[in-house]
């Protein structure tokens, strides 16, 4: 059993930054491709980042380019999404996911229950 937990979230003013993390335990492989998805209120869930298992290629989706960056120590967890240069549209909860292949459209396995980002303009 995969078990993801997220942490790092909170309230920041807009221009700001935060770092979520996301810690895995249980499971059979070593190692996973890790994602970030987010959803806000009354929106539809959204991809942000994807790492494969050993962190050389990374996938980001357009609203957070330049601005965001997943990264990871190999095929060891946890997980960081550092977010920068913060928007009010930013707001949303954050999902940790994981599964065997990174991209913005793979299928992942393993959800977190989310960590609560807000942006005050």
Not at 1 to 29: D, I, M, N, P
Not at 54 to 69: A, E, L, N, Q, W
């Amino acid at each position: 059993q995969v078990r993801l937990v997220e942490s790092g979230g909170g309230l920041v003013q807009a221009g700001g930054s935060l770092k979520l993390s996301c810690v895995r335990s249980g499971g059979t492989f070593s190692a996973y491709a890790m994602a970030w998805f987010r959803q806000g209120p009354g929106k539809e869930r959204e991809f942000v980042a994807a790492i494969n298992w050993s962190g050389s290629t990374t996938y980001y989706g357009d609203s957070v380019k330049g601005r965001f960056t997943i990264s990871r120590d190999g095929a060891r967890m946890p997980v960081y999404l550092h977010m920068n240069s913060l928007k009010p549209e930013d707001t949303a909860t954050y999902f940790c996911a994981a599964g065997a292949v990174a991209g913005p459209t793979t299928k992942y396995d393993y959800w977190g229950r989310g960590t609560q980002v807000t942006v005050s303009s």
